[in-house]
């Protein structure tokens, strides 16, 4: 279930993890359980700000839903996770490094990155295939339990 990490992300998470103890491999269920992520996801700002135990560690441009598709605010856990979905909903359309979090609502990668940082979507939150990337392996790693995706106004 677990697929190996980038070095880069290794170098940011545990620079973020001052005094914790992190352990990433194969089958070890995650990051150790004190260690926490929290997405939190600015409407009005169209960004994303990852907080890895209370530390700034990412900053990224997001998409949201436009005026006729709402993005649900509030404080979720991660549902589901795919590293690819189509959605049944939106003629298939491709959802790379898909993080659900309430119903068919997920962060996931968009290729429409000439439209991050302004509102776009059906109400999921859109990032640049990069960042997406990123942030599926980190909630891999770090376990759904172990992470929070909060959506404010």
């Known amino acids: 279930?677990?697929?190996?990490?980038?070095?880069?992300?290794?170098?940011?998470?545990?620079?973020?993890?001052t005094g914790a103890v992190v352990l990433f491999g194969l089958g070890n269920?995650?990051?150790?359980?004190?260690?926490?992520?929290?997405?939190?996801?600015?409407?009005?700002?169209q960004t994303m700000e990852v907080l890895v135990d209370g530390r700034p560690t990412f900053a990224w441009k997001v998409s949201t839903g436009d005026k006729a598709h709402v993005t649900p605010t509030g404080s979720f856990k991660p549902t589901r996770m795919h590293q690819m979905w189509y959605s049944r909903k939106y003629d298939n359309a491709?959802?790379?490094?898909?993080v659900f979090f309430k119903g068919g609502y997920a962060?996931?990668?968009t290729n429409f990155v000439k439209r991050l940082g302004q509102p776009a979507s059906h109400g999921c939150v859109r990032l640049h295939p990069d960042n997406a990337a990123d942030?599926?392996?980190?909630?891999?790693v770090f376990g759904p339990a172990n992470t929070r995706i909060v959506i404010v106004k």
């Not at 995650?30 to 700002?45: D, E, F, M, Y």
């Not at 491709?94 to 898909?98: F, G, K, L, Q, V």
């Open 107 to 109: 962060v996931h990668a």
């Open 94 to 98: 491709p959802m790379p490094h898909s």
């Open 1 to 17: 279930m677990y697929t190996a990490i980038s070095t880069k992300l290794i170098n940011i998470a545990a620079a973020a993890l």
């Open 29 to 45: 269920g995650g990051a150790h359980a004190g260690n926490q992520i929290v997405a939190r996801v600015s409407l009005s700002q």
């Open 135 to 140: 942030f599926y392996q980190l909630v891999e």
